[in-house]
């Protein structure tokens, strides 16, 4: 296995690093972990960006579990499912993973805090992330709770222009148009196929119709006032 073409800091038993007593600078030696594999030039974990990080995680998660992902997208395959239910689909899904993070987000504290745990027997200072905390290079940053919640409510802005430039009210209301015609259809056949008088079968039409328009008509309206 290739090793790590980087390098990193000398250090002594203490765990201090050594310096260079005429310069003053760190000392640095060969990096000794071993390389990920598809990384160019040959990068360790620790030395990889976090898209090649990311990027090696995938691939051991598909070798691990790439029989159990072709089973479970085979289970859920909708056949002839049309591009705008597709659309509606990535902004619920989306929607949904951006209100699940607000909840988390809002559970965070506003400002990080030190824990003190008890550890092997020794006490042990710890600090707890609040809305932003410190990396590990100590700089201030946001939690990562924040970072995923500004990446869903993207994705969420995103899929809700793409559903309003492709027609998708347009859509909806010829598929509400559809399923009201079939309704009203069936309806119609089953007055017919029992027996009532012209006048009952007259008077439950105009109540039905009556009934139906006030059920559109602020559906409508809406559809009206955002065009």
Partial sequence: MPACTHAAVSRDENGEAIRDIVTGE??????RWAAMSGTNPPKCVRHASPME??????QTFMKRHGNDVSELLEALDIPDLHPMDGLLEAVRLSGNM???????????DEAPYIETRLIDGVLTDFEVSGV???DHNKDQAPHVLMNLLQMWTDRFTRACKMALDAG???R???????????FLTAFD???????????????????MAREVRQAVTPQLIQLETTQ
């Fill in 189 to 207: 056949r089953a007055l017919k196929s029992v027996n009532l008088t012209d006048t009952q079968r007259i008077a439950i039409g105009a109540a």
């Fill in 53 to 58: 990080r990311q990027k090696k995680m995938q």
């Fill in 98 to 108: 951006m209100r699940m993070f607000q909840v988390l987000v809002s559970e965070l």
């Fill in 26 to 31: 760190v000392m640095l030696r060969p990096c």
């Fill in 168 to 170: 998708i009210d347009e």
């Fill in 132 to 134: 932003w905390g410190h």
């Fill in 172 to 182: 909806m209301v010829r598929n509400a148009e559809a399923t009201s015609n079939t």
